[in-house]
C-alpha cells in the first residue's frame, strides 16, 4: 500500500514535470475497449490497444509506445491465446476484472486476477505505461496494475523480485519469438537463495548470472558502469525486490530492459536523434558471461587469451583438459587449508562468485567480516556487499567459488599460509613499495622531461592532433556495428559458427538480422600489437574496394572486444580446395587460372591502383577466398602497410607471415617491399598448378621443395608434368606453361629480378615471349649461384623495358 502511493506520487509527479496543466483527462480511463479502438496515455508516451506481432495474424491486446516506429510493445495481455478475427473486446467488468471477450459468444480469452471487489471499477493508462484497474471512488488504491504482471519488458517505475508484502514473485520471461508473444524459455529474476542474485534462466538452468546488487548495480553488469551517468535511472534493491525509477530531471527519457526470444538481457535507450533504440547494456557478452564458463575457483577474463585462469593457489584440476580448453571442471586447491593458519589474498578486479549458498550481514564492516570468515573453518572467502562509501556489510562463502568474472570488486579469498608467504615477505613487500615508488618518480619525472623537450622542439603535436581527428572523420564513414547484434549473429561466437583462426584471431561466420550474410574477425588482443594492426586494417581495407578484395562492412570496437565485420564469402578459402583430395576437382583448370588473373588483379590494385600503397605481408592460398562464381578474393590485410610516396621498402623488427610463402629477403634481412608480395604470388601460382603445398613439398631421394622441383622440370622442358592430376583433363597447354613460367619468374631470389605485379596481369594476358627464369629462392643450390653474380642481368632489362611499355 505504502509502495502503491510512492508509485502514484511518483507518476503525478512525472506528469507535473512534463506538462503544467495535471487535470486527468477522461479518454485514459475507460471501461471498453474493441479491436480498432486505441487508448493514449497522458502525454502520448504509451498507447493500449490490439495489435498483431510480427508477421502474426493473431490479435492481442497490448501496450506499446505510442508513435514510435517499429513498433515496440511493452506488456501483452493474452500472451497464450492469441484471437483469431478482431471481434475481442477488452471490457471492465463490475467485479472489476479485466476481460478480454469474444463480442459474440461472450467466452473468456484472458482475464485478470483480483482478488478484492470493486464498486465502480474503472481502467486507466497511466503515463508511466502501467494499466490499472481502481474503483471510481478510490483515486490511489490499485486494484490490479500490470506492473504487477511483467511481459518481457522492465520499464521505470516497475519491479521485479520478490514483493517484501505479498511474497509474490516477479519476474521478465521472454517471448517465443518476434511473432509470438507467448512465454519463451528465458527468464530474468532474482535468486532468493543465500544473497539474492539476478539470473537470467533458460527453463530452470541458470545461462547468466547479472549478480548480487552491489549498492549501485548488479555487479555483472560491468559495462553499465560507463553508461551510469548517462543513464537516467534509479534503481534501488532492497530485500530482493528491485525497483526501477526515472530521475524527474531526465523524464524525456525513454529506456527500458528486455529479455529478449534468443536469450539475452538487454538496457536500451530511445535515441532521438537517430529514432532507434541504442543498447546500453547486453549480456551474454562473451564466453565469460556464460554461467560458470571457467568452472570451480578461476576467473574468467575476455583478454588476454587463455580466457579461464586459476585464481592465485589453485591449479586446474585436469591440467591436460585444461589445456585443451575444455575448463568446466575448474580448479584445485594446491595446497589444502590448515584452518587456524590460514590468510587471505585480496583478488581485485573480479564480479562477486555466486552468492547463492553465501552468508551475508549488512551492517558488518570489512574488519568484522574477515574475523568472522577466520573463525569458521569452511568459510572460503569474504567481501564487502555495498561498494559505496568506501564499502560495507559482509559476504561469506563457504564452498567453491564459482562463475568469476573480470568485474569491478574486491574479493578476499582464503589461502594456506604457504601460499601467501611468510612474515618476511612482508619486509620485503615495504621495500617493493619504496622501490616502486621511487621507480614510479623518475619515471614520472623523465616523462615530464620527454614533453616538456618535444614542446620546445617540434609543434608536431598540433599536427598529430590534426591527423586524429582527420582519421577519426574516416572511421566515421565505416559503419560501426553493435557488439550484441554480432554477438547474436554468430551466436555467441559459437565454435560451430567458427570458419578459422585468421592472421590476429578467430573468424565467424553469421547472419544480421535482416539476413545477410558476415564473416566476423574477432582479433586476439593478446597479439602485441593488436589495436594499432586493428586500425590500421579497418583503415585500409574500408578504403579498397576492388571486385577481388573482401569487402568490409564495418568494425565494432566495443568493451575489449575489436571486430571486423566483412561480406560472408561463400566458398571459404582457396587452399580448402586445392589441398584437397576430394575438393580439388571442382575447380577445373579455366577456374584455375581465373583465381590466378583475380588474385594478380587484386594486387595490381593493392600495390598501384589504390589510393595508398599497399603490400598484403601474408599472401597464402587460406588468404585467398572464393565467391560464388569461384572469383578470387584476397582477404586479412592485418599485416598491411601503408607507404607513403615513393617509400616502397620497409624493414620490420617482426618477421611476419607464413613459412612457404616467406621471400628470401624477408625471412633473412627483415626487408619487405611490393617484390615480396610478389614472391608469395608465384608460390601460390605454382601450388595452383600443381595441386601441391610448397611447404610440405617432398619428392622421394630428392631434397627439393615445390619451386626447386618445378625449376628442374622446367629446365628438364618437361614443366607439363607439374600439373594437378585432376586436372589433366581440362588444361590448357598454353596456358598452363605460361602460369607456371610466370610463378618462376615470381619466386625468382633476387627481388629485383621478380617482375612487378602489373607486367604480371600483362603476361597473363597476351602471349608476348617472356624472359627465362633465373634460379628460383631457397633452391639447394642457391648459395653458389648467388656467388656468382654478374651485375645487372638481361632479364631485369626486360622486365623493365615491359613495364614501360
Ligand atoms: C470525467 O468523468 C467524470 C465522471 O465520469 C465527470 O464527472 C468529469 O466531469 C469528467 N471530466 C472531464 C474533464 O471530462
Ligand atoms: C485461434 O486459432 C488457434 C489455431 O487455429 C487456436 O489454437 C486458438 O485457440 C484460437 N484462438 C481462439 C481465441 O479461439
Ligand atoms: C466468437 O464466437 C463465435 C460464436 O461462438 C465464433 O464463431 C467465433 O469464432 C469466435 N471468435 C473468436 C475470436 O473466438
Ligand atoms: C454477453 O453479455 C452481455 C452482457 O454481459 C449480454 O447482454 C449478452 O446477452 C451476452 N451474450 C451472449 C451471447 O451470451
Ligand atoms: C535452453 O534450454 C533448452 C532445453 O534444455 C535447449 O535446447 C536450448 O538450447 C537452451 N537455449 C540456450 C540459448 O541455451
Ligand atoms: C549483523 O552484524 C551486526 C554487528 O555484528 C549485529 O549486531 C547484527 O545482529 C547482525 N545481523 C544479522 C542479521 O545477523
Ligand atoms: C561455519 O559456517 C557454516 C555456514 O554458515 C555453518 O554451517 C557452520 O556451523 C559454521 N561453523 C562454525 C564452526 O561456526
Excluded at 508513435?67 to 477488452?90: K, Q, Y
Excluded at 467466452?107 to 486507466?124: L, R
Excluded at 573468424?507 to 582479433?523: C, S
Amino acid at each position: 500500500m505504502e509502495k502503491l502511493k510512492m508509485l502514484w506520487s511518483w507518476s503525478f509527479l512525472f506528469s507535473l514535470i512534463l506538462r503544467t496543466s495535471t487535470s486527468l483527462d477522461n479518454i485514459t480511463v475507460f471501461q471498453s475497449l474493441s479491436d480498432g479502438e486505441t487508448l493514449i496515455s497522458h502525454e502520448g508516451i504509451f498507447e493500449l490497444g490490439f495489435f498483431s506481432p510480427g508477421n502474426s495474424k493473431g490479435r492481442y491486446v497490448g501496450i506499446w509506445y505510442h508513435n514510435m516506429s517499429p513498433l515496440t510493445v511493452v506488456w501483452v495481455a493474452n500472451r497464450e491465446t492469441a484471437l483469431n478475427d478482431t471481434s475481442g473486446v477488452l471490457k471492465v467488468t463490475h467485479q472489476g476484472l479485466v476481460l478480454l471477450v469474444n463480442g459474440t459468444s461472450n467466452s473468456t480469452v484472458w482475464s485478470s486476477t483480483m482478488s478484492i471487489k470493486a464498486e465502480n471499477p474503472v481502467a486507466q493508462l497511466l503515463v508511466s505505461g502501467n494499466l490499472v484497474v481502481k474503483d471510481g471512488h478510490n483515486e490511489e488504491n490499485f486494484l490490479w496494475q500490470s506492473f504487477d504482471f511483467l511481459g518481457d519488458t522492465f520499464l521505470p517505475g516497475s519491479k521485479i523480485g520478490w514483493d517484501p508484502v505479498t511474497g509474490i514473485e516477479r519476474t521478465l520471461t521472454s517471448s517465443k519469438s518476434a511473432d509470438d508473444p507467448g512465454h519463451g524459455d528465458f527468464k530474468f529474476r532474482i535468486d532468493p537463495r543465500g544473497y539474492p542474485q539476478a539470473v537470467l534462466t533458460n527453463g530452470t538452468v541458470i545461462m547468466v548470472r547479472v549478480g548480487p546488487w552491489n549498492g549501485l548495480m548488479f555487479s555483472g553488469a560491468t559495462i553499465y558502469l560507463r553508461y551510469s551517468k548517462l543513464l537516467p535511472t534509479d534503481y534501488d534493491f532492497i530485500d530482493k525486490e528491485l525497483i526501477c525509477k526515472l530521475q524527474p530531471l531526465h523524464a524525456y527519457s525513454v529506456i527500458r530492459s528486455v529479455v529478449t526470444p534468443w536469450g539475452g538481457v538487454q538496457l536500451l535507450h530511445w535515441s532521438r536523434q537517430t529514432s532507434s533504440w541504442e543498447t546500453f547494456l547486453s549480456l551474454p557478452e562473451g564466453e565469460c558471461d556464460k554461467y560458470a564458463h571457467c568452472g570451480a575457483n578461476s576467473v574468467c577474463r575476455v583478454t588476454p587469451a587463455p580466457i579461464c585462469t586459476c585464481l592465485e593457489g589453485f591449479v586446474p584440476k585436469y591440467s591436460r583438459k585444461w589445456k585443451d580448453m575444455y575448463w568446466s571442471d575448474g580448479c584445485v586447491r594446491i595446497t589444502p587449508l590448515s584452518c587456524s593458519k590460514d590468510g587471505f589474498k585480496k583478488h581485485s578486479g573480479v564480479v562477486l562468485p555466486d552468492t547463492s549458498t553465501s552468508w551475508h550481514n549488512m551492517t558488518m564492516n570489512l574488519q568484522e567480516c574477515e574475523a568472522l570468515c577466520r573463525k569458521n573453518c569452511s568459510c572460503t572467502a569474504y567481501s564487502n556487499l555495498d561498494v559505496r562509501g568506501g564499502g560495507s556489510g559482509c559476504i561469506l562463502w563457504f564452498h567453491d567459488l564459482i562463475d568469476m568474472r573480470q568485474g569491478g570488486q574486491d574479493l578476499y579469498i582464503r589461502l594456506p599460509m604457504s601460499e601467501l608467504g611468510d612474515e618476511s615477505n612482508k619486509k620485503k613487500l615495504v621495500g617493493m613499495i619504496v622501490g616502486s615508488i621511487l621507480f614510479f618518480m623518475s619515471m614520472m619525472f623523465g616523462l615530464v622531461l620527454c614533453l616538456w623537450r618535444k614542446k620546445l622542439e617540434e609543434p608536431e603535436i598540433f599536427w598529430w592532433k590534426q591527423r586524429a581527428h582527420e582519421r577519426e572523420k574516416d572511421d566515421m564513414d565505416l559503419p560501426m556495428f553493435d557488439l550484441s547484434t554480432i554477438v547474436y549473429a554468430t551466436n555467441y561466437f559459437s565454435s560451430d559458427n567458427k570458419l578459422g583462426e585468421g592472421g590476429f584471431g578467430s573468424v565467424y561466420k553469421g547472419a544480421l538480422e535482416n539476413g545477410t550474410e558476415i564473416a566476423v574477425k574477432r582479433l586476439s588482443i593478446d597479439s602485441e600489437q593488436g589495436l594499432d594492426e586493428f586500425k590500421n586494417e579497418v583503415q585500409l581495407i574500408a578504403k579498397l574496394q576492388h571486385r577481388n578484395l573482401v569487402k568490409l562492412l564495418g568494425c565494432c570496437i566495443q568493451r575489449k572486444e575489436k571486430l571486423l565485420i566483412y561480406e560472408l564469402v561463400p566458398n571459404r578459402s582457396l587452399d580448402t580446395f586445392i589441398f584437397d583430395d576430394s575438393r580439388r576437382k571442382l575447380l577445373d583448370w579455366a577456374k584455375r587460372f581465373q583465381i590466378i588473373g583475380g588474385t594478380a588483379r587484386g594486387l595490381v590494385y593493392l600495390h598501384q591502383d589504390s589510393r595508398l600503397r599497399v603490400i598484403h605481408r601474408d599472401l597464402k592460398t587460406s588468404n585467398i577466398l572464393l565467391d560464388k562464381d569461384m572469383n578470387a578474393k584476397i582477404s586479412d590485410f592485418g599485416l598491411a602497410r601503408t607507404f607513403a610516396g615513393d617509400q616502397t621498402e620497409a624493414r620490420t623488427k617482426r618477421v611476419m607471415g607464413t613459412y612457404g610463402y616467406i621471400s628470401p629477403e624477408y625471412a633473412v634481412r627483415g626487408s619487405f617491399s611490393m617484390k615480396s608480395d610478389v614472391f608469395a604470388f608465384g608460390v601460390i601460382v605454382l601450388e595452383i598448378v600443381s595441386g601441391k603445398k610448397n611447404r610440405e613439398f617432398c619428392v622421394p631421394h630428392q631434397s627439393l621443395n615445390l619451386l626447386g622441383h618445378a625449376w628442374e622440370l622446367w629446365n628438364e622442358e618437361r614443366p607439363l608434368e607439374l600439373v594437378d592430376e585432376s586436372v589433366r583433363n581440362s588444361v590448357i597447354e598454353v596456358e598452363a606453361l605460361r602460369c607456371i613460367h610466370i610463378g618462376l619468374l615470381c619466386v625468382q631470389g633476387r627481388p629485383e629480378d621478380r617482375p612487378n605485379m602489373s607486367s604480371v596481369v600483362r603476361m597473363l594476358e597476351d602471349d608476348k615471349p617472356l624472359p627465362k627464369p633465373r634460379l628460383p629462392a631457397f633452391y639447394s643450390h642457391q648459395e653458389e649461384s648467388m656467388g656468382r653474380d654478374d651485375g645487372v642481368s638481361a632479364n631485369e632489362v626486360t622486365i623493365s623495358l615491359l613495364g614501360a611499355r
